[in-house]
């Protein structure tokens, strides 16, 4: 099945900026939708957005409506997450997760990365 890699965390000052890469290999479908989440310790996984590969269509939570976008580029089989005016609640370890769009949207994908560490400081 799929097999997914979060890259591009680090540590970056409060209001900047930075962009996550979710690749996926292995055995992948035009159905699929990936979805990002993160999670800080501690507290639960809470949902960031969502992206269907087929049409593009985002769906983001309200707390992060306006800061972040996710896009996707087909070719590369990648998924970004952009992240702008970043804060230091926004610290975490960020996944990337996918599966067919119904199981994603009911908020059970099966296939997760690793996790990529970000760290905003003041």
């Known amino acids: 099945q799929v097999q997914l890699v979060e890259s591009g965390g680090g540590l970056v000052q409060a209001g900047g900026s930075l962009r996550l890469s979710c690749a996926a290999s292995?055995?992948?479908?035009?159905?699929?939708?990936t979805a990002w989440f993160r999670q800080a310790p501690g507290k639960e996984r809470e949902f960031l957005g969502r992206?269907?590969?087929?049409?593009?269509?985002?769906y983001y939570a309200d707390s992060v409506k306006g800061r972040f976008t996710i896009s996707r580029e087909n070719a590369k089989n990648t998924v970004y997450l952009q992240m702008n005016s970043l804060k230091p609640e926004d610290t975490a370890v960020y996944y990337c997760?996918?599966?067919?769009?119904?199981?994603?949207?009911?908020?059970?994908?099966?296939?997760w990365g690793q996790g990529t560490q970000v760290t905003v400081s003041s």
């Open positions: 992206i269907s590969w087929s049409s593009g269509i985002t």
């Open positions: 292995g055995r992948t479908f035009p159905t699929y939708a």
């Open positions: 997760a996918t599966d067919f769009y119904p199981a994603v949207v009911h908020g059970r994908p099966g296939y």
